[in-house]
């Protein structure tokens, strides 16, 4: 599957953003779908992931009740709904897939290419 994500920009903090990432290739909703960031100089971390039918998500604690991940399987998309941002959440954002849930980016079998988020303070 291939998968392009956007979305990413400036923003102020207290401000939100909507990422998108768009799926193309095999069946999207045979898939595990989720959100990864990676700040300059720091290791991937996992921020939210979504089981195939929508029905359980799953997210890092620094992003509860802050950010939504959300799927349209029909629209072979996947969305990140970021509220409240901190200048801590300032990162490239990448969407991704796998066949079963994990919070492991190795085991993701898929990437889009990362969009950029900047919260500025």
């Known amino acids: 599957v291939q998968l392009q994500a956007s979305g990413g920009g400036l923003v102020q903090t207290g401000g939100s953003l909507r990422l998108s990432c768009a799926a193309s290739g095999r069946t999207f909703s045979n898939y595990v779908l989720g959100w990864f960031r990676q700040a300059p100089g720091k290791e991937r971390e996992f921020v939210a992931a979504i089981m195939r039918s929508g029905g359980s998500t799953y997210y890092e604690d620094s992003v509860k009740g802050r950010f939504a991940i959300s799927r349209d399987n029909a629209k072979n998309t996947l969305y990140l709904q970021m509220n409240s941002l901190k200048p801590e959440d300032t990162a490239v954002y990448y969407c991704?897939?796998?066949?079963?849930?994990?919070?492991?980016?190795?085991?993701?079998?898929?990437w889009g290419q990362g969009t950029l988020v900047t919260v500025s303070s």
């Open positions: 991704a897939a796998a066949r079963f849930y994990t919070r492991t980016h190795s085991s993701y079998d898929y």
